[in-house]
T-cell receptor, first 114, second 111 residues
Framework: NAGVTQTPKFRILKIGQSMTLQCTQDMNHNYMYWYRQDPGMGLKLIYYSVGAGITDKGEVPNGYNVSRSTTEDFPLRLELAAPSQTSVYFC?????????????FGPGTRLTVT | SQKIEQNSEALNIQEGKTATLTCNYTNYSPAYLQWYRQDPGRGPVFLLLIRENEKEKRKERLKVTFDTTLKQSLFHITASQPADSATYLCALGYNNNDMRFGAGTRLTVKP
């Protein structure tokens, strides 16, 4: 199993550009999540999904969108990039709900918006 | 709002000693508390989960305690090794799928 994979690894965006961060898991997990991690801060949940076709907002959803058309894929969309979105983004998945089950994280995408 | 504090940003100890990391929280006690390890440039890796009705959990050289009265979890690594050097994150989980992470403690084990 590859686990959770994310692309790209690094990206530099100009203010106002848009992009999609890709996330795929091959463990047949129902739950998938997107987090951002800023220096010296804990991971903050952006969006999560409890299954294909179902998504919900986390703690910091503004400026982002997600979709979940398949069990495997959970892309994160930034529509109008802003410097405040400079961060490292992690995708994760779990078999059960995030609180009660271990999460498997991807390697992260380092995004810089200038 | 919920606040999570992990003891000091960095902890340095000598190889062979026991490392003790602290996770304190305010307000609502979580239903679950998880600990993760994160190496530079990598995603977090799950270590242990403890439920609110459990006092202690062990896995090899790792031990976690959970005191809902003190609103605190302690994470111990016994017989520490340089390979244990990493950042350790605590995460509080609630039954509504809400989960909050602490900022982490960077542990360095010196040979």
């Amino acid at each position: 199993n590859a686990g959770v994979t994310q692309t790209p690894k690094f990206r530099i965006l100009k203010i106002g550009q848009s992009m999609t961060l890709q996330c795929t898991q091959d463990m047949n997990h129902n739950y998938m999540y997107w987090y951002r991690q800023d220096p010296g801060m804990g991971l903050k949940l952006i969006y999560y999904s409890v299954g294909a076709g179902i998504t919900d907002k986390g703690e910091v959803p503004n400026g982002y969108n997600v979709s979940r058309s398949t069990t495997e894929d959970f892309p994160l969309r930034l529509e109008l990039a802003a410097p405040s979105q400079t961060s490292v983004y992690f995708c994760a998945s779990s078999y059960g709900g995030q609180s009660a089950d271990e999460q498997y994280f991807g390697p992260g995408t380092r995004l810089t918006v200038t | 709002s919920q606040k999570i504090e992990q003891n000091s940003e960095a902890l340095n100890i000598q190889e062979g000693k026991t490392a003790t990391l602290t996770c304190n929280y305010t307000n609502y006690s979580p239903a679950y508390l998880q600990w993760y390890r994160q190496d530079p440039g990598r995603g977090p890796v799950f270590l242990l989960l403890i439920r609110e009705n459990e006092k202690e959990k062990r896995k090899e050289r790792l031990k976690v305690t959970f005191d809902t009265t003190l609103k605190q979890s302690l994470f111990h690594i016994t017989a520490s090794q340089p390979a244990d050097s990493a950042t350790y994150l605590c995460a509080l989980g609630y039954n509504n799928n809400d989960m909050r992470f602490g900022a982490g403690t960077r542990l360095t084990v010196k040979p």
